[in-house]
């Protein structure tokens, strides 16, 4: 079973994201902050599930957190200040939603949650200085392998995993020649080949090298 707790304090909260890799859709976060009675020898970091495992823990997950958030951050911003600051960015959207302040982060990767605070990028939330403040105020703890290790972080990866699928869904619905439902907006061969066909979409994130040989491509609306 994995870890209840890193810093010893009750309000402590992980986080995690989802679609980092991917080519199309937003990359989003989730911060969850569970009670120290918590238990649930199934969950684990979200990569090691199966789907239906997944949508089985997020009810559970919601129903006795002490509280969670989700945030979607979309190409347009991915594009603007790259995935890495969009993937810290979602996180720290999170932990400001959250309706209680936590009293330490723990966040997967190796990489500090306040690191590059307040981007003052052109698309998405603006953090005001005052929530810069909450954000510098809480301590946080960046652990490697963190959602394989620690109850509140996979939590959140699977929170983070889930409802960015549900979104990929959506969207299916609107382009479905890039099969998304099935491959999530992942550079599988099926998607990079409905690009090839097809174009890009306003759900392609044009930063990322979409295809091997990144040919001009078509845009569509």
């Not at 009675?37 to 559970?60: A, G, V």
């Not at 409905?194 to 569509?220: C, N, V």
Request: charged content about 25%.
């Amino acid at each position: 079973m994995l870890q209840k707790n890193f810093s010893g304090y009750i309000l402590e909260t992980g986080t995690d994201e989802a679609g980092r890799g991917c080519l199309a859709g937003p990359v989003t976060a989730a911060a969850v902050i569970l009670p120290e009675s918590f238990e649930n020898h199934f969950l684990n970091d979200s990569k090691q599930l199966s789907e239906k495992t997944r949508s089985l823990l997020k009810p559970i997950i919601e129903e006795h957190a002490v509280c969670f958030s989700i945030t979607h951050l979309h190409p347009d911003e991915i594009d603007e200040i790259n995935i890495l600051n969009a993937s810290m960015k979602g996180m720290q959207e999170c932990i400001l939603k959250l309706n209680q302040i936590p009293e330490f982060i723990i966040v997967d990767g190796n990489r500090a949650l306040n690191a590059k605070l307040g981007l003052k990028n052109s698309t998405g939330r603006q953090f005001s200085l005052t929530e810069i403040d909450i954000l510098k105020s809480i301590p946080n703890q960046s652990i490697i392998k963190g959602d394989a290790k620690f109850l509140s972080i996979a939590a959140a990866s699977v929170l983070a995993k889930t409802y960015r699928d549900e979104y990929m869904d959506q969207i299916h619905e609107e382009f479905p020649m890039y099969n998304w439902k099935q491959n999530k907006g992942y550079p599988t061969k099926e998607h990079r080949d409905a690009i090839r066909k097809y174009g890009t979409t306003k759900y392609h994130r044009m930063s990322f090298r979409l295809l091997p040989d990144q040919l001009e491509l078509d845009f569509f609306e």
